[in-house]
């Protein structure tokens, strides 16, 4: 089944605690990306990677790391949480920047 | 900039009626316009992609409009059920490679049995 996966799906951390969420496609797409949700703001770009070894910032960078090693995998990686990264993370993927197919998404919460 | 704005925010109506929701933004250079579906609390569905050369897409009772030229979308839901509440995300593709897709804040739906 084709699909794009994230873990974990929730995560309570604590701030200063260096954290991974990571995500996998089996899609062999090219382009994928990193979107935080927040309410009254909506979803708005965090990275983008249009081919391995390739990343770039998207909107809302600050406070966040990519890495695109494999073109399977995008991990994203907060080196030192703080509250206001807490949100709803979500995790994208598709054949070309244009469209885009979105995981289950993971909710972070900092304290 | 492009900006995406959706009105309604909400929308409450009883099952059976037909409904449409709006979509408009301000830069009609856009590659192509995507409805999406939310769950509380999960992910994104796709739910009708329309090209910039297009004018409308349809999958069983939704069918999506769009005016290039005029900034504004429309998704219109036939015969609304209980099943179909959820919160509606319209998002537009920038004509450069590698934006972001511009999202508006979305319209939460209920339909009422």
């Known amino acids: 089944e084709a699909q794009v996966t994230q873990n974990p799906r929730y995560l309570i951390t604590v701030t200063g605690k260096k954290l991974t969420v990571t995500c996998s496609q089996n899609?062999?797409?090219?382009?994928m990306s990193w979107y935080r949700q927040d309410p009254g703001l909506g979803l708005r770009q965090i990275y983008y990677?249009?081919?391995?070894?390739?990343?770039d910032k998207g909107d809302v960078p600050e406070g966040y790391k990519v890495s695109r090693k494999e073109k399977r995998n995008f991990p994203l990686i907060l080196e030192s949480p703080s509250p206001n990264q807490t949100s709803l993370y979500f995790c994208?993927?598709?054949?070309?920047?244009?469209?885009?197919?979105f995981g289950p998404g993971t909710r972070l919460t900092v304290t | 900039k492009q900006e995406v704005t959706q009105i309604p925010a909400a929308l409450s109506v009883p099952e059976g009626e037909n409904l449409v929701l709006n979509c408009s933004f301000t830069?009609?250079?856009?590659?192509?316009l995507q409805w999406f579906r939310q769950d509380p609390g999960k992910g994104l569905t796709s739910l009708l992609l329309?090209?910039?050369?297009?004018r409308e897409q349809t999958s069983g009772r939704l069918n999506a409009s769009l005016d290039k030229s005029s900034g504004r979308s429309t998704l219109y839901i036939a015969a609304s059920q209980p099943g179909d509440s959820a919160t509606y995300l319209c998002?537009?593709?920038?004509?450069?490679?590698?934006?972001?897709?511009?999202f508006g804040k979305g319209t939460t739906l209920s339909v009422s049995s």
């Open positions: 998002a537009v593709s920038p004509l450069e490679a590698g934006t972001a897709l511009i």
């Open positions: 329309i090209q910039s050369s297009q």
């Open positions: 899609m062999n797409h090219e382009y």
């Open positions: 990677s249009m081919n391995v070894e390739v990343t």
């Open positions: 994208a993927s598709s054949p070309s920047p244009y469209e885009q197919y």
């Open positions: 830069d009609s250079a856009i590659y192509n």
